[in-house]
């Protein structure tokens, strides 16, 4: 048992000692430990056993050392016999050295400046690489600063965006990468600040160019309304032919930005002219530049605002009269043409821009527009005494209306309009008339016509329906029964119609109710105008018993002329007087009403003429007896109404019970003196008697 632990013992330290020869030194120390943590005493078993293993190795060593020894020897006498060939060899090694050296200084120098003109070309490679990011930064930031200088700010804006998004973010690690993007902001305000003075230099421009603007359009409408009337009246005709603009490839109308134009209509002076359009009289670019710079910096909303309100002071500006507008046509002109250049304009922007005013807009503004130019209208045209000035202001009003209801406007209200200023045409129509009448018939001297010749008497005719186959049966000379007054009051009704009728055209109007309007006016002249004048005429002082007669032959044969008045209104109008509602002309009724104040004042005048012979007659209350003769003054008395009663001769016969009374009036004064005559008679035969 104690021989088997022994030989455990000694089969242990003998693995210990091959562990610590193969293992390395740092590992030892466990190992070891297993020495002291086995049997008592085992340490020194193994330092026994160790120290027979040293003595084992030093004796292998001894004989090693003894087996190379000579070798040894030799070697180091083949060392010392080397060593003066080393001492030479050492001396070629240095001299080659420092010829090497010396030769080589200048390649180490060449070799230095290749090595720094490498990182010069490695810097510079650097450097142009980074160039090559910056130059685009730059390059676009100079493109910026031209599109600037030549106000160039959508594509200022759209390049400012291009430098945000995509050149900045590149290097952006650069300070004037920095600077650049703190200034494109402050750009930005500068762009919107510049923008929106160039807006409002804009609408201070459009404000003044308004009426040019209106002109044209309102110049174009009228040819157009021109050229659409005469081809109307070619087709009407039957003598319509194929146009030549066709042939020349021109057309007469066409719409250019919302602009009518016509190519072909005019004066001839004007056929080559060229035609202009809103565009042409106006640059809009500012407003589209300042829309599209809005947009981009997303405030649009404010330039629409802003764009609208001043548009709206601009309206109630355009649509305030001048104070002396109604003296003169030209302020009328002017004023239309700046209300339709106003509403052009918008109409313009509203189909060239997208939202910046909408049709809601324009329809308030002409709302708002449309009640103002009423209530001016209202209040000018009543200042109007000149007939000619309102029938321009009509003439105004309806090129206005149709220029703008080509816009899309509605007109209604105008036309509506027209209506009231028909009125009030038609008074300073009547006035006018009046004067012309007053002239008339101070002008005229009471006398029938004289006529000397065919080709007088045909004059005559031409100007007045007379038919009379007693007198055209008679040679000439010869007279006809009226008077000068006749056929130029004939003449100057039928200008009055004339003059009415201008009026009426182009009211879109039926031709029954024209026929209507000038049939009501015509009654106005005759029996207000007409009618007046003749009432003031036969009341003048000095208007005589010859005057009243011959005035109550001329109303006789103007009553007759009616109905020619009417064959003449229904000659322009085409409607037929049978039509249920056509107006009558009510002058029968004036001319016997002016008739029968010419009888009345005939019988005044008569029965005051014979009470003046009487009472200055000079009688002799003393004569002794009749000398058979009748005084002077009974004479007289008789002359006068013996004159007078040749003139009744030259009424005409009338036939009604109102003339046959209105003819006893006349011999009433005559009874009247018969019986004053035989009284005195009478008188003297008794005083003879007694």
Known sequence: MADNETLECVTEHERILQE???????????????????????????????DSRIRNHD?????????????????????????????????????????????GREVTAQTEEVIRCRIQQRNMATTVEKLQLCIPVLEM???????????????????????????????????????????????????????????????????????????????????????NSAVAKQVHTGHY????????????????NGLLTDDDTGDEDEADEEVLTAQDLVDFSPVYRCLHIYTVLGDRETFENYYRKQRKKQARLVLQPQANMHETVEGYRKYFNQIVGFFVVEDHILHATRGLVTRAFTDELWNMALSKIIAVLRTHSSYCDDPDLVLELKNLIVICADTLQG??????????????????????????????????????NYSPIPVETEEEYKLVTSRFPFHDPEIEKQDFPKKLPMSQSVPQIYTQVKEFIYASLKFSESLHRSSTEIDDMLRKSTNLLLTRTLSSCLQNLIKKPHIGLTELVQIIINTTHLEQACKYLEEFITNITNVSPETVHTTRLYGLSTFKDARHAAEGEIYTKLNQKIDEFIQLADYEWSMAESDGRASGYLMDLINFLRSTFQVFTHLPNNNNDHASMSKLHYFRPVVSLALLVFLTDDIHGRQKHL
């Open 141 to 227: 930031y100079s493109k910026l600063k031209e599109q600037l200088d030549s106000k160039r700010y959508y594509a200022a804006l759209k390049t400012m965006e291009q430098l945000e998004k995509v050149y900045i973010p590149r290097v952006s690690q650069y300070r004037f990468c920095q600077i650049m993007a703190e200034n494109l902001p402050r750009l930005r305000e500068e762009i919107k600040e510049i923008s929106m003075s160039d807006l409002k230099d804009f609408l201070e421009s459009i404000r003044k160019h308004s009426d040019k603007v209106g002109e044209t359009a309102m110049r174009q409408a009228q040819q157009h309304r021109t050229f």
């Open 241 to 256: 032919s194929k146009p030549v603009y066709s042939l020349s490839g021109r057309t007469h109308m066409h719409i250019s």
């Open 59 to 103: 004796r292998e060593i001894e004989k090693m050392c003894n087996f190379h020894h000579q070798g040894f020897v030799d070697a180091i006498t083949e060392l010392l016999k080397v060593r003066a060939d080393a001492e030479k060899l050492m001396g070629q090694v240095t001299d080659t050295n420092r010829r090497l050296q010396d030769a």
């Open 407 to 444: 816009y899309g406007f509605p007109v209604n209200r105008l036309f509506d309009l027209l209506f009231e200023v028909r009125d009030q045409y038609n008074e300073t129509l009547l006035k006018k008339w009046a004067v012309v009448f007053r002239e008339i018939f101070e002008s005229d």
């Open 20 to 50: 610590i020869e193969n293992t390395d030194t740092a590992c030892v120390g466990p190992t070891l430990r297993s020495i002291y943590d086995d049997q008592p005493n085992a340490h020194r078993r193994f330092m026994e056993k160790l």
